[in-house]
């Protein structure tokens, strides 16, 4: 019988935010359990939950085995200060993103890898399944993220790149800001903006679905009122710095604020509310005008 070889163990550090996880953190932590290679440290931050969220992820301790887990707990500021606070907390070069309500396949980290080896490399991503009770789909960001030789631009028209498909350079994240806490939503894509913007060349994307996302009604991604100001909000302060890397913005500008109305409307669509869905496609001409002015 052939002896069975050890998991090989990367010098990563898996973030993950939790508010209100407890129904479903217990699958993150087994997913990260799972990894042909196994991270050193998970880091969760319990970013003030009432549900027993903690309890779970103290009981799922035994689960993770020799991978190191540190609990830390804050008073509700949102998943940008939670994954700010286990960044400060990070020791290893590499950190990896996943949500409480999200699992990887179990070749994540072993697939994603290889191309942090590149020493030029600041953040690799990949695409997901998303599961949507008995639906799903599988996302696109590498065709994206080859549409055109800017990606600032690129990600600027249209997020495709998803947090808990995430690995980065932990000083790179940290020397330029880390995530935007003031804002409720939207945190991590304003954060790739900037990454994309300094460091575009470092962004590199491996083309196969490693991580199952799942919608989960009442998270911060399905607040669509929410979400939609964030979003403008974050373009206007982009779309300057676009308009003097690229002297053709308006075109991107454009296309971004008819993404952000579509957003709306299919969010309030799904959910049955027919009179928003109209409301947000009629105001794309003021949210174009929104992002030009900067008046979000």
Not at 21 to 42: C, D, E, H, M
Not at 138 to 164: C, K, M, Q, W
Not at 241 to 265: M, N, P
């Amino acid at each position: 019988m052939t002896p069975r070889r050890p998991t090989p163990v990367v010098d990563v550090t898996v973030i993950m935010p939790a508010y209100r996880a407890a129904a479903t953190i217990g699958r993150a932590l087994t997913s990260i359990a799972r990894q042909s290679a196994l991270p050193v440290r998970v880091i969760v931050v319990d970013d003030g939950s009432d549900d027993g969220t903690a309890a779970e992820v103290e009981r799922h301790r035994e689960t993770l085995g020799a991978i190191e887990l540190t609990l830390l707990r804050q008073a509700n500021r949102g998943p940008g200060a939670a994954r700010n606070l286990a960044l400060a907390n990070a020791k290893t070069e590499l950190v990896a993103f996943l949500d409480s309500d999200d699992e990887w396949t179990p070749e994540k980290l072993a697939r994603v890898l290889p191309a942090m080896a590149d020493p030029a490399a600041v953040l690799v991503f990949h695409d997901m399944i998303v599961v949507d009770g008995d639906r799903e789909r599988r996302t696109n960001g590498v065709r994206h993220f080859r549409r055109g030789p800017d990606v600032y631009a690129a990600l600027f028209e249209r997020g495709f790149i998803a947090t808990s498909t995430v690995v980065a350079r932990t000083g790179v994240l940290r020397d330029i800001g880390g995530f935007e806490a003031s804002l409720p939503a939207g945190q991590d894509y304003e954060l790739w903006l900037r990454i994309a913007r300094d460091h575009g060349t470092g962004i590199f994307v491996v083309a196969e679905p490693l991580t199952r996302y799942h919608v989960v009604p009442g998270s911060i991604t399905s607040d669509v009122q929410r979400r939609r100001i964030c979003a403008l909000r974050i373009a206007a302060r982009h779309a300057p710095q676009l308009s003097a890397r690229t002297g053709g913005s308006i075109r991107v500008v454009a296309k971004r604020a008819a993404i952000i109305s579509y957003e709306a409307w299919a969010g309030y669509w799904r959910r049955g509310d027919r009179l928003s869905a109209i409301s947000a496609l009629c105001k794309f001409p003021l949210a174009f005008a929104a992002i030009i002015s900067g008046e979000t």
